[in-house]
């Protein structure tokens, strides 16, 4: 069975580091490109950007987010990340992460969903 | 980037009867290769994450029900709900995997 685990809630301060996690397990990790999507309260969902994690990996970040966010991911442990180094009030959304189907360089829809991962940033 | 508009934005139905959602791209999600649509659409309940519904503009993911049925080709898509269920009330997206980035259209809320 395919799942994607994320970690859990986060409350932080405005300028404060994150870093979140998204477990895959049930399928070749490798095989898959992994996405970070951002819902913030009563919105839609955004594509943040997608990484695939196979032997050279590649990442590649919506024009929003780019500089903004970093999406790395580890083999060892099936897990893809996003990390913010300054977190702003803006920043206050759902974060979830999915897995997407491809063909190559090029990703498709999103198939399996991780839980999301809430996160909070008020002074 | 590829601009998906959903209309309506919201739609009230009775149970039992026909729901439509509408999305246009600004560009045609031909996809070359394999002559198919590279559109998808998503069902998000209260407080879940989205769940597939549709791939390839028209294929009904494994367990959807047969209710749900995604039509269209180019630039308009249509995704129906044929006979609306208490469980089917959600926020419905459609998404773009023709180009980089990929894109969402911004949301329709179906309510009995």
């Known amino acids: 069975e395919v799942q994607l685990v994320q970690s859990g809630a986060e409350v932080k301060k405005p300028g404060e580091s994150l870093k979140m996690s998204c477990e895959a397990s049930?399928?070749?990790?490798?095989?898959?490109?992994i996405a970070w999507v951002r819902q913030m309260p009563g919105k839609g969902l955004e594509l943040m950007g997608v990484?695939?994690?196979?032997?050279?990996?590649?990442?590649i970040y919506s024009p929003s987010f780019q500089g903004q966010v970093t999406i790395s991911a580890d083999k060892s442990v099936s897990s893809a990340y996003l990390q913010w180094s300054s977190l702003k009030t803006s920043d206050t959304a759902m974060y979830y992460c999915?897995?997407?189907?491809?063909?190559?360089?090029?990703?498709?829809?999103?198939?399996?969903w991780g839980q999301g991962t809430l996160v909070s940033v008020s002074s | 980037d590829i601009v998906l508009t959903q209309s309506p934005i919201s739609l009230a139905v009775s149970l039992g009867e026909r729901a439509t959602i509408n999305c246009t791209s600004s560009?045609?999600?031909?996809?070359?290769?394999?002559?198919?649509?590279?559109l998808a659409w998503y069902q998000q309940q209260s407080g879940q994450p989205p769940k597939l519904l549709i791939y390839?503009?028209?294929i009904r993911e494994s367990g959807v029900p047969d209710r749900f049925s995604g039509s269209g080709s180019g630039t308009d898509f249509t995704l129906s709900i044929s006979s609306l269920q208490a469980a089917d009330v959600a926020v419905y997206y459609c998404?773009?995997?023709?180009?980089?980035?990929?894109?969402f259209g911004g949301g329709t809320k179906v309510e009995i």
């Open positions: 999915a897995r997407l189907p491809s063909s190559g360089a090029r990703p498709f829809y999103f198939d399996y």
């Open positions: 049930g399928y070749s990790f490798t095989n898959y490109w």
């Open positions: 990484i695939y994690p196979g032997f050279e990996p590649q990442v």
């Open positions: 560009q045609s999600l031909l996809y070359s290769s394999n002559n198919r649509n590279s």
């Open positions: 390839w503009a028209s």
């Open positions: 998404q773009q995997f023709h180009t980089s980035p990929l894109t």
